[in-house]
């Protein structure tokens, strides 16, 4: 308000002291007017110059603050970071431990179940969370029974796997093929589900068992033949012998 007031007081001054340059600029008074106006700039100059001290030592104050606070603002973020630092080591920290819980849960219930290698499937990357480790570094009860649910899965398949295998031989000779088909033969589809396992497995028999009686009615065919050369051999030795038989006996009656 003081600050106000006393410009306005400068202003009101100013004003009347520039009342003396309100001439008419004639041939008669121009000389004085260009005189007028340069010591109007000067004055203009020196104003401006001594209002820049004026403020200038009245921003002093300000600066000083905005300084202050942007010291306390740097604390206040170094703090932060160090703060987030902490915590992303953290959470980068228990983040390992739980991915190393949760390995060495898998691999425990393999090993119990008796889990052979080619059926260890069980795979465990989007349980690695922080919420799946409790405050004293273990696992979770929620992640332990995922865990066991995903090596059940695997123990299932293997046992549903062997089984395939175990009854293969019986439903191949019981479909009536000659030789059983082997692990080799249903590779492709053994880890199918149920219905899609039998169907293949049908068409497969299906298929061996055509190309079986195909080969079975060459093998009889072939055998057929060889009795047919073998009775026509017999029937001409026959023949031959009895010719001989004939000529001798002719000879004698000679």
Not at 114 to 143: H, P, S, W
Not at 191 to 205: G, P, V
Request: with cysteine; charged share 30%.
């Amino acid at each position: 308000v003081i600050v106000e007031a006393n410009f306005e007081a400068f202003k009101s001054y100013v004003a009347g002291e520039l009342q003396r340059y309100d001439v008419v600029v004639t041939a008669d008074t121009l000389a004085d007017c260009k005189k007028l106006a340069t010591e109007l700039n000067k004055q203009a100059a020196d104003i401006k110059a001594r209002g820049k001290v004026i403020t200038d030592e009245a921003a002093e104050p300000i600066t000083a603050v905005k300084d202050q606070i942007a010291a306390i603002v740097k604390m206040c973020l170094d703090g932060r970071e160090k703060l987030t630092q902490q915590i992303k080591t953290f959470e980068d920290e228990t983040r390992k431990l739980c991915d190393q819980l949760l390995n060495a849960a898998r691999s425990e219930l393999w090993a119990s179940t008796g889990v052979l290698a080619e059926f260890q499937r069980a795979q465990y990357a989007d349980l690695v969370i922080l919420t799946n480790v409790t405050g004293k570094g273990a696992l979770t009860a929620k992640a332990k029974q995922e865990v066991q649910a995903r090596v059940n899965a695997d123990k299932q398949l293997q046992d549903q796997t062997n089984m395939r295998l175990l009854m293969l031989e019986n439903t191949c000779l019981k479909a009536g093929m000659i030789s059983s088909l082997t692990r080799a033969h249903v590779e492709t589809f053994l880890f199918a589900d149920d219905a899609t396992y039998q169907a293949r497995l049908d068409a497969l028999i299906a298929s061996e068992l055509e190309r079986q009686r195909a080969t079975e009615q060459r093998l009889r065919e072939q055998q057929a033949a060889e009795q047919r050369r073998i009775d026509e051999q017999r029937q001409h030795e026959a023949e031959a012998a009895q010719q001989r038989a004939l000529d001798e006996q002719a000879a004698r009656l000679k």
